[in-house]
């Protein structure tokens, strides 16, 4: 069996998901403890997050050759969730290596399909925090195809109380 793999530059420093407390990472998207997961891995750039992810030709939905809408909504979740830990983190002023990352749950979530997206093909999912209010916190994500925008999500995540 392949694994899917999240493609990185090796410039980077480690992911926001590298970060999560070990009780808080087995989620199948991002949970970099779930062996069976597809362990996303998420960046700053600039102000903006990004995460590239390689899926694999058995993520389909209906045709052979487009993506499952459900893992887009998957990645927007994941990516969207350790955008907003990371920006309550820079809020504070604090550096992800140094600061305990918040743990936050998804408290909505929309979609808007745009295009079909290609399965076999680079995509790239890129969030922009809109607001951090308290506890919550909302992030607009976008996942391309190449050039091509083929989703758009606001997502609303809701930081736990330890």
Not at 63 to 77: H, Q
């Amino acid at each position: 069996m392949t694994k899917d793999i999240h493609i990185c530059n090796s410039d980077e420093k480690n992911a926001f998901q590298d970060y999560y407390p070990d009780d808080y990472s087995h989620c199948f998207g991002c949970g970099r403890l779930n062996e069976q997961g597809l362990q996303i891995k998420s960046f700053w750039d600039g102000d903006e997050s990004v995460c590239r992810f390689l899926p694999k030709n058995h993520f389909t939905g209906g045709r052979k050759d487009i993506l499952y809408g459900g893992l887009i909504a998957s990645l927007m979740d994941c990516h969207g969730a350790g955008t907003a830990a990371a920006a309550k983190l820079r809020e504070q002023g604090i550096e992800i290596e140094k600061g305990e990352m918040p743990k936050f749950v998804t408290a909505s979530m929309k979609v808007d399909y745009l295009a079909p997206t290609p399965v076999d093909t680079e995509i790239e999912l890129r969030g922009k925090v809109k607001e951090i209010k308290g506890r919550k916190v909302i992030v607009d994500v976008s996942l391309a195809a190449g050039q091509k925008i083929c989703a758009k999500g606001e997502l609303i995540f809701v930081q736990l109380r330890e």
